[in-house]
């Protein structure tokens, strides 16, 4: 199974379960299902994607999580955790906001000694490719439920590229199917947030720490 962590900054920690959850249907319906990466199915029927949830608005305390999370996977073996997804539903709504803040994340990267170990890639619900509409569908292919910050392992990915020898062509691939999926086909997906309003415990329960 995959795994979860949390970091609360105050609450129960079942309020972390519902965003989780909008995660993996994210990935399942949209990421596996149009196949938008390639590489994604492998580790999610392995049980080798962990998620943690940062239910701060406090992007200093991400960026703390953060660091505890990309030494976490650099210290586990990738067939234990093979990747990381970051959610952080309260913080870096705004994109722009977020487009700084991964500046940040990167500066901590080089700081920790990891750049070139691992990387961090991003998605975020307002993502938007330079000269693009808002609403054109391509920008779905980096858009999540919630901001999103993805750790990588750069050694899983030099796997994956020779595994599938013409990775590059998986941004043009991604962009034809998209637009063939139109907007409308996109939100027929239901991917976006589901999660209760914050103060609203769900049912589900979680692990703080």
């Not at 319906?29 to 998620?51: D, E, M, S, T, W």
């Not at 990381?84 to 994109?95: A, E, G, I, S």
């Not at 961090?120 to 054109?136: E, K, L, N, R």
Request: hydrophobic share 45%; with cysteine; net charge negative.
């Amino acid at each position: 199974m995959t795994s979860t962590s949390s970091i609360f900054p105050m609450g129960a920690p079942d309020t972390a379960a519902p965003f989780i959850h909008d995660t993996v249907r994210w990935l399942e319906k949209a990421v596996i299902a149009l196949n938008l990466c390639p590489f994604a199915k492998g580790v999610h029927v392995k049980g080798q994607v962990h998620y943690a949830v940062a239910l701060t608005d406090n992007p200093v305390a991400v960026l703390e999580l953060l660091r505890e999370e990309l030494l976490a996977l650099h210290g586990m073996p990738a067939e234990v955790r093979d990747t990381t997804l970051l959610v952080l539903p309260h913080c870096l709504k705004d994109f722009l906001d977020f487009n700084d803040f991964l500046g940040e994340a990167e500066d901590l990267l080089e700081a920790l000694g990891l750049d070139g170990t691992l990387q961090i890639a991003s998605f975020h619900p307002q993502f938007q490719f330079a000269g693009t509409d808002v609403d054109d569908v391509t920008n779905c292919t980096n858009r999540a439920p919630y901001p999103t910050l993805h750790l990588l392992r750069e050694d899983s990915i030099d796997r994956a590229v020779e595994v599938f020898p013409e990775a590059e062509a998986i941004f043009e691939r991604n962009m034809e199917v998209l637009e063939d999926l139109g907007m409308e086909g996109w939100l027929a997906l239901d991917v976006g947030p589901h999660a209760p309003v914050p103060g609203v415990a769900s049912a589900e329960g979680g692990d703080a720490r």
